[in-house]
């Protein structure tokens, strides 16, 4: 074999496989660029050992929750930054309202393509619709927590992190609303709910089911959800430092109207009803809470079951008394909303069409 022909033999193969792999260096020189905002939970708890159930909320810093989840440098240019480290019981509006506004200050740069915001289950759903409501932009935003601390047996918040980091680069995600990215499901805002207190597949969506599936960074989407969020809402925080008090009033049988009083005198401005049935309280209950109404109280009627909307004037009459009927959101999603609304005068009307759009 003469030397030029021994060179034509390695060259062209090699050749052939510089092609074959530009396409992936140029996918790689253009990963998304995906921002994780950190704001405690187990997702960051640690345990002493890996099967005992005590444990702290968010002891892990956000670059120790990353270093924990091999690979996920393959899916997006990933950078962290620690909001807060709480468990999410002492979540507050004012962490809350930071969030939303870091949220926006960073989905106006063109060097970000999606947001995750780590976060504990136990208030999740109230936080992806507080998001789902006040932040500015169709970008992927998306919440992600576990249900076993990080130093468990079996802890799902690894994969959890990176499934939801492979929705957040993922631009199908766009134009969804905020999204919850949990044991392989995505669920979004206004639907989900945490139905197990200890079970790792938590989250569910009994009326509206899944907007799609994480596997392993492929994500399948099965739906956009139909309700107002994100771009298309009129709720503007930019210049909110705090929100009206709204309690919840969990209702049972043969309940004491004090409820309502008691909240009505220590200052809430609007009352979710947590109801049987169909957003139903009792006589006595009606009474308080119609008075509450004659003091510019805003009574919103919601149900403590866990699946199913409330009307309006089935078997309370919302138009002689002044209530407002949730419709599909449980009572902790229904506070979110007239806290939100009760930032701007309303009649009760336009505070009823807000239940029916978001
Ligand atoms: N209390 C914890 C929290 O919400 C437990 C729930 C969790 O993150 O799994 O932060």
Same mark, same amino acid.
């Given at each position: 074999?003469?030397?030029?022909?021994?060179?034509?033999?390695?060259?062209?193969?090699?050749?052939? *496989? $510089? @092609?074959?792999?530009?396409?992936?260096?140029?996918?790689?020189?253009?990963?998304?660029?995906?921002?994780?905002?950190?704001?405690?939970?187990? #997702?960051?708890?640690? *345990?002493?050992?890996?099967?005992?159930?005590?444990?702290?909320?968010?002891?892990?810093?956000?670059?120790?929750?990353?270093? *924990?989840?091999?690979?996920?440098?393959?899916?997006?240019?990933?950078?962290?930054?620690? $909001? *807060?480290?709480?468990?999410?019981?002492?979540? /507050?509006?004012?962490?809350?309202?930071?969030?939303?506004?870091?949220?926006?200050?960073?989905?106006?740069?063109?060097?970000?393509?999606?947001?995750? +915001?780590?976060?504990?289950?136990?208030?999740?759903?109230?936080?992806?619709?507080?998001?789902?409501?006040? +932040?500015?932009? !169709?970008?992927?935003?998306?919440? +992600?927590? /576990?249900?076993? %601390?990080?130093?468990?047996?079996?802890? !799902?918040? %690894?994969?959890?992190?990176?499934?939801?980091?492979?929705?957040?680069?993922?631009?199908?995600?766009?134009?969804?609303?905020?999204?919850?990215?949990?044991?392989?499901?995505?669920?979004?805002?206004?639907? @989900?709910?945490?139905?197990?207190?200890?079970?790792?597949?938590?989250?569910?969506?009994?009326?509206?089911?899944?907007?799609?599936?994480?596997?392993?960074?492929?994500?399948?989407?099965?739906?956009? %959800?139909?309700?107002?969020?994100?771009?298309? /809402?009129?709720?503007?925080?930019?210049?909110?430092?705090?929100?009206?008090?709204?309690?919840?009033?969990?209702?049972?049988?043969?309940?004491?109207?004090? @409820?309502?009083?008691?909240?009505?005198?220590?200052?809430?401005?609007?009352?979710?009803?947590?109801?049987?049935?169909?957003?139903?309280?009792?006589?006595?209950?009606?009474?308080? &809470?119609?008075?509450?109404?004659?003091?510019?109280?805003?009574?919103?009627?919601?149900?403590?079951?866990?699946?199913?909307? +409330?009307?309006?004037?089935?078997? #309370?009459?919302?138009?002689?008394?002044?209530?407002? &009927?949730?419709?599909?959101?449980?009572?902790?999603? &229904?506070?979110?909303?007239? /806290?939100?609304?009760?930032?701007?005068?309303?009649?009760?009307?336009?505070?009823?069409? @807000?239940?029916?759009?978001?």
């Amino acid at each position: 074999m003469t030397m030029k022909s021994f060179h034509k033999i390695w060259i062209a193969p090699l050749i052939v *496989a $510089i @092609l074959m792999h530009a396409p992936a260096v140029r996918a790689q020189t253009k990963k998304p660029n995906v921002i994780i905002l950190a704001t405690g939970g187990t #997702i960051a708890g640690a *345990a002493a050992t890996g099967t005992q159930a005590g444990y702290q909320s968010g002891a892990v810093t956000i670059d120790a929750m990353i270093a *924990a989840v091999p690979g996920v440098g393959d899916l997006a240019n990933i950078k962290g930054e620690q $909001i *807060a480290n709480v468990g999410s019981q002492d979540m /507050s509006f004012d962490i809350l309202i930071k969030l939303a506004k870091r949220i926006n200050d960073l989905a106006k740069s063109a060097d970000v393509d999606g947001i995750v +915001v780590t976060h504990g289950t136990d208030t999740m759903e109230e936080s992806a619709f507080f998001l789902n409501l006040t +932040v500015k932009t !169709d970008k992927p935003v998306v919440l +992600v927590g /576990s249900m076993r %601390p990080s130093t468990a047996v079996s802890a !799902d918040g %690894p994969l959890n992190l990176y499934n939801a980091v492979g929705v957040a680069a993922d631009p199908k995600a766009k134009g969804r609303g905020v999204l919850v990215v949990m044991n392989d499901w995505i669920q979004d805002a206004h639907s @989900l709910t945490k139905t197990s207190t200890t079970a790792v597949q938590t989250f569910m969506s009994p009326l509206r089911g899944l907007v799609g599936t994480a596997n392993y960074g492929k994500n399948d989407f099965f739906k956009t %959800p139909g309700w107002k969020h994100t771009t298309q /809402s009129e709720f503007d925080i930019t210049n909110v430092t705090q929100l009206p008090r709204v309690d919840v009033i969990f209702a049972s049988l043969d309940m004491s109207p004090d @409820l309502i009083d008691c909240s009505v005198a220590n200052g809430a401005k609007g009352i979710v009803i947590a109801g049987v049935g169909n957003g139903n309280i009792n006589k006595a209950a009606v009474h308080a &809470a119609a008075n509450a109404v004659k003091k510019g109280v805003v009574i919103v009627r919601s149900s403590r079951v866990p699946t199913g909307s +409330v009307g309006r004037k089935v078997e #309370i009459d919302d138009d002689k008394f002044g209530f407002i &009927a949730s419709d599909e959101l449980n009572p902790q999603k &229904a506070r979110i909303l007239l /806290s939100l609304a009760l930032l701007t005068k309303r009649t009760p009307e336009e505070i009823q069409k @807000l239940y029916y759009e978001y």
